[in-house]
């Protein structure tokens, strides 16, 4: 089943084409990796996915309900979680409690002046903290946390939202490649297990070939190639343009 | 037309002496990012420095300009002396405790100015090319005002090419977005900026200089001089140089102007067109989304409810507080009735600037308009106190959520500036509609009802208003909607992508702190039984922020032991020494460097690593 | 060139390195490896500088300089070369150098502009270009060409191949080993072993705050006890 459908977007700053005509799909369950070289055009096609920039042009529609252009809050209410590229979390709350945010926000419970915070889905959020394997750290301040736990964190937070989609932006920058693997198999795992489609841009090319179900390129704004792993590893002008020769990246 | 060139040209020349002032501040600002709240009172030194050395001077040009250049450089060595010894241990502080610390600085050198300069104006003899007369186009236009047009584009120029063309104004700007980066490249960051401080501070006192031979020295000149370089700072858009000028020169011109045709809009003019610019365009006119600069502390305390020690400490105190009026006498029963007043006051505005991170410079505004819709329910609409009681915080809830609107969309100094115009805009109209407010004179005779006329009733009438406000507005922040509002403030980004809406989570903050500061503000009204527009004074919100920060703006209990300790202090001092100011700006500074979260903050942390080890 | 001696840092109150010691002979790349918060990022900082170390020693050319501001140990001839770029993004491209600049030492050649575009061709062709305006990669030659102003003795990179793509990487190795070449030394901190491989000469492996491994790239391939302990791969 499709969840994310995007048609023909484009998008220009001051003149430029940071985005050109670009389409895809992505199914429920599925894991897409979009790669392609620094300036590629990967974030402004994601923030026209999150609402974050709206496209010139072109259609995006998520479980066949049109949302090009919607604000990112709109997005959310309709089942778009994320993460973010550096970590973006609520630093004078514990991780529960930022767990309990998002529900709070998901539950539509936000507008409620007297019973304390903590009594509102507490349950639930350690449900979630639990299978992103953050249960132990749940009373922690989320400001002192490590930097690969805070993007578990992230994880939890965005499945508050029991999403259809999951957006990652460079999900596992700035993680040992231990963990890498480690968190996305544990978003690959969640994904199958819900159903949820999975969209991410990654520079890590073991993580990439080893969790993506399928592979968009893109170099200055176009898409230049699409398919599995071995396509994408043997596909020419991907060499050229981003893979090199694989020499400092694991021989992909 | 000949009168409208030189009210022209008069605009100009205001506009070079606005532009000095306030391309120091934004040059310290843009750099150091530290909101400096002395750079009036280094203004107002650099014109009694440049009457003590120019009335010795003779009165030739040459002699003019040297001796406001020494001024100028004398100032610049004071700046050098506060850097050295203030700042530079609180860059890592949070903006606006920095902020505080300098307003610590405004207090001392207000006392020093009187103490060596006396109380009196000094106005400096014009030598007679001082005095001379150009015609232009059949007026007659100062010589000086001439000298000072031009004067502006000059240091503008000056300062622009320091800033692109050496190596200096290269590293300076690296170090306004990396100050960190900058270091670990080899370059003295600490010197850059004592010399960055002392340039901004140089050029305010060559302004307070050049202001002399068309005023005095006076000991005003420090806050009128802040606050117009505040307003045209922000307008052109803070950190740019270019935008305060071209801020300078639109409101320089547009108070040569609105004096002739609308003299009684004068006393706002600033404001009305600060908030008129800051609602068009967020960022000032010329200026760009602040980014925090790196190295800058960005770190977030967990906000954890009282333990319970602490709660049995806060029943402990309020249990004394119902006991007292037993004990205390008539005096200290009305300081204690201000202090609760204030208790409000300041955790109203906790709730905007703690969870809501929104910092305000003109909380006074509610106040004032609960104190004035008070007045009016009783005098004007013959209504009952505790009607008045309800009248007052609806009233300013109503102003907040009209306000509010343009308010919430901005951020840090921008938004605090624009609350700063509304309560000026607030304070001109009660100020000038003498008809029905009293104007300067106020509303007299607001007092509280039969029953409540005992000073101890009324006393205990505002504990019980006060404390249960306080704790539904502690309630509140631990409640959903607290934590939302907390959370847009942590993380703007992430608030957005879980579907937070930012703008109508502050606008409500806003609404409830109005109201809350709506009720302090209805129940000063019938502890002093009058009402002034002084209660919307500048003064009366740099209180409310003083209090707010000294006690911490981490939680509730801040802004209360704060209001509790400034008010206390404060009155105090009164009584003690007429050095007041000095020793109030001396604590403050102290207090900043001893207590960088503030009293309440800072003594919670300690006392959680004591336990934790 | 550089030898650490049982270092402790603290980040905020937290106890980051905890006796770290190892040494680097002059002309050698070393790569620091470890997991997340092992505390390869605090010692780079602990040896700039910028977070001031709490015990130990670091003897530089001969000199301690445990406790010195940032600055002065720039000065001394360490080059920091940060994690996350951090390039002035308002300043050109040759402002973003000027500010790098320091006076040549030991009598060799000062690292000029030109010479630097001879090694990153890129940067040649956007003189003028403001930082803020360059792609993630252009952005990391940059502050590698920015520190070389100061021509460094001894250069320490943070993680220079995260978020760049491949081809990206490959050319930064390039680089890395032209430096070599220079008879520049070089501190490394990396997660990307293949990268590492490609470049360094001995690694050390830093778990907990304490170094607790240390030997050459060969050494280091051939003991699957270590990397299975340490590196988890």
Redesign the interface.
């Known amino acids: 089943m499709t969840i994310l459908n995007v048609a023909g977007i484009s998008k220009s700053f001051g003149g430029v084409r940071a985005v050109a005509d670009v389409s895809f799909s992505v199914a429920a369950g599925e894991m897409l990796a979009l790669i392609?070289?620094?300036?590629a055009g990967k974030s402004t096609c994601f923030n026209m996915l999150?609402g974050q920039t709206a496209p010139d042009s072109g259609r995006v529609t998520l479980q066949g309900r049109d949302i090009t252009g919607l604000?990112?809050?709109r997005i959310?209410?309709l089942g778009v979680g994320?993460t973010?590229q550096i970590t973006?979390?609520?630093?004078?709350?514990?991780v529960r409690?930022n767990v309990?945010?998002?529900l709070?926000?998901?539950h539509r419970?936000?507008?409620?002046?007297?019973?304390?915070?903590?009594a509102?889905f507490g349950a639930e959020a350690d449900g979630l903290l639990a299978q992103v394997g953050m249960a132990e750290q749940a009373s922690r301040?989320a400001?002192?946390l490590?930097?690969?736990d805070l993007k578990r964190l992230e994880l939890a937070?965005a499945l508050?939202?029991a999403p259809a989609l999951l957006l990652m932006d460079?999900p596992t920058?700035?993680?040992?490649?231990?963990?890498r693997v480690a968190l996305m198999r544990l978003a690959r795992d969640l994904a199958s297990q819900r159903g949820i489609a999975v969209l991410f841009t990654e520079?890590?090319?073991d993580v990439v070939f080893g969790v993506a179900d399928r592979i968009l390129v893109l170099n200055r704004g176009e898409l230049i190639a699409e398919g599995d792993g071995p396509a994408i590893r043997s596909d020419a002008r991907v060499r050229?343009?981003?893979?090199?020769?694989?020499?400092?990246?694991?021989?992909? | 037309m000949g009168f409208v060139l030189v009210q022209f040209l008069t605009g100009l020349a205001s506009a070079s002496s606005l532009f000095l002032v306030a391309a120091g501040l934004t040059v310290i600002f843009g750099v150091t990012r530290v909101v400096n709240f002395a750079h009036g009172s280094l203004y107002m030194l650099g014109a009694y420095l440049g009457w003590t050395i120019l009335s010795r001077l003779p009165g030739g040009p040459a002699w003019f300009a040297g001796g406001v250049v020494l001024a100028g450089l004398g100032i610049a060595a004071v700046g050098v002396l506060i850097e050295v010894l203030l700042l530079q241990r609180i860059y890592k502080a949070p903006e606006l405790l920095q902020l505080l610390a300098t307003f610590g600085v405004v207090l001392v050198v207000q006392d020093l100015v009187l103490k060596l300069w006396g109380p009196n104006d000094l106005t400096l003899s014009r030598p007679p090319w001082m005095r001379s007369f150009v015609q232009i186009a059949g007026e007659r236009m100062p010589f000086y005002d001439l000298l000072m047009i031009g004067i502006g584009p000059l240091v503008l120029l000056a300062l622009w090419l320091l800033f692109t063309r050496t190596r200096w104004g290269t590293l300076v700007r690296a170090a306004t977005q990396d100050r960190e980066m900058v270091a670990a490249l080899g370059v003295d960051q600490r010197l850059l900026f004592t010399t960055v401080f002392a340039l901004g501070a140089g050029l305010a006192g060559i302004g307070g200089a050049l202001a002399l031979p068309d005023g005095s020295a006076n000991g005003q000149m420090d806050l009128t001089a802040i606050t117009d370089a505040f307003v045209v700072v922000v307008v052109g858009g803070l950190g740019s140089l270019p935008g305060a000028y071209l801020a300078s020169l639109l409101i320089a011109l547009l108070q040569a102007f609105g004096i002739v045709l609308l003299p009684k809009i004068t006393l706002v003019l600033v404001f009305v067109v600060m908030a008129v610019v800051l609602v068009v365009r967020p960022n000032g006119l010329l200026g760009r989304k602040l980014t925090l600069a790196r190295g800058e502390a960005n770190t977030l305390a967990l906000v954890r409810p009282a333990e319970p020690a602490l709660r049995w400490l806060g029943v402990a105190a309020l249990l004394l507080a119902v006991w007292a009026p037993w004990f205390v006498g008539p005096f200290a029963l009305s300081v204690m009735t201000e202090m609760l007043v204030a208790m409000l006051f300041a955790a109203s505005l906790h709730v905007m600037m703690g969870p809501g991170g929104m910092p305000s410079f003109g909380h006074a505004a509610w106040f004032g308009l609960g104190a004035y819709g008070a007045a009016f329910a009783v005098k004007g609409l013959a209504l009952s106190m505790p009607a008045a009681l309800v009248v007052a915080p609806f009233g300013a809830a109503l102003a907040a959520l009209v306000f509010g609107g343009f308010v919430v969309r901005l951020s840090g100094v921008y938004l605090a500036m624009l609350t700063l115009a509304f309560a000026q805009i607030v304070w001109a109209v009660m100020f000038q509609a003498v008809s029905v407010t009293g104007g300067d004179n106020g509303i007299l005779g607001v007092w509280p009802a039969g029953w409540a006329s005992n000073p101890r009733v009324f006393y205990w009438l505002t504990l019980a208003i006060c404390v249960a406000c306080v704790l539904v507005l502690r309630r509140a922040l631990y409640a959903p909607f607290g934590y939302a509002l907390r959370a847009t403030r942590d993380s703007a980004l992430r608030a957005e992508a879980i579907g937070l809406n930012a703008g109508s989570l502050r606008l409500v903050a806003l609404v409830i702190a109005g109201a809350a500061a709506g009720l302090a503000g209805g129940l000063a009204a019938f502890s002093k039984g009058s009402v002034f527009p002084t209660y919307i004074s500048i003064d009366r919100s740099v209180d409310a922020l003083v209090m707010v920060l000294l006690g911490g703006v981490q939680s509730m209990a801040g802004p209360v032991v704060g209001a509790l300790a400034y008010t206390g202090l404060f009155d105090m001092l009164l009584m003690v020494t007429d050095l007041w100011r000095l020793v109030l700006g001396l604590s403050i500074i102290a207090l900043v460097l001893v207590f960088p979260q503030g009293i309440a903050g800072t003594t919670y942390r300690l006392w959680l690593r004591g336990r934790e080890a | 060139m550089l030898n650490v001696d049982d270092l402790h840092s603290y980040y905020g109150r937290a106890h980051i390195l905890q006796g770290a010691s190892f040494a680097l002979p002059a002309g050698e790349v070393m790569v620091l490896l470890g997991r997340n918060g092992a505390g390869k990022s605090t010692t780079m900082k602990s040896l700039i500088g910028i977070v001031r170390p709490a015990r130990g020693r670091i003897d530089f050319a001969g000199v301690d300089i445990a406790g010195w501001e940032p600055h002065r140990i720039a000065r001394a001839g360490l080059g920091y070369v940060p994690e996350e770029r951090r390039v002035f993004t308002d300043l050109t491209v040759l402002e973003n150098l000027e500010v790098g600049r320091q006076p040549a030492r030991d009598g060799r050649p000062a690292w000029t502009e030109e010479r630097l575009f001879a090694l990153f061709p890129n940067l040649g062709r956007m003189r003028t270009r403001a930082g803020g305006r360059m792609s993630g990669g252009e952005q990391q030659m940059l502050t590698i060409a920015r520190t070389l102003m100061g021509n460094p003795r001894l250069l320490l990179l943070d993680e220079p191949s995260e978020g760049l793509a491949p081809v990206i990487v490959e050319e930064m190795a390039g680089a890395i080993l032209a430096l070599k070449q220079e008879g520049v030394t070089v501190l490394l901190a990396e997660q990307n072993l293949h990268f590492a491989a490609r470049v360094a000469d001995r690694a050390a492996v830093i778990e907990k705050g304490r170094i607790v491994w240390t030997g050459t790239m060969a050494a280091l391939h051939a003991d699957e006890a270590v990397r299975t302990a340490y590196l988890a791969v």
């Open positions: 392609g070289p620094n300036g999150n604000s990112p809050r959310w209410r994320r973010f973006a979390t609520f630093a004078s709350m514990t409690e309990q945010v998002a709070l926000a998901h419970r936000v507008w409620r002046f007297l019973r304390p915070a903590f509102w301040a400001g002192v490590a930097y690969g937070i508050a939202n460079e920058a700035g993680m040992a490649p231990s963990e520079h890590d090319m050229a343009v981003y893979l090199g020769s694989g020499a400092t990246s694991g021989g992909h």
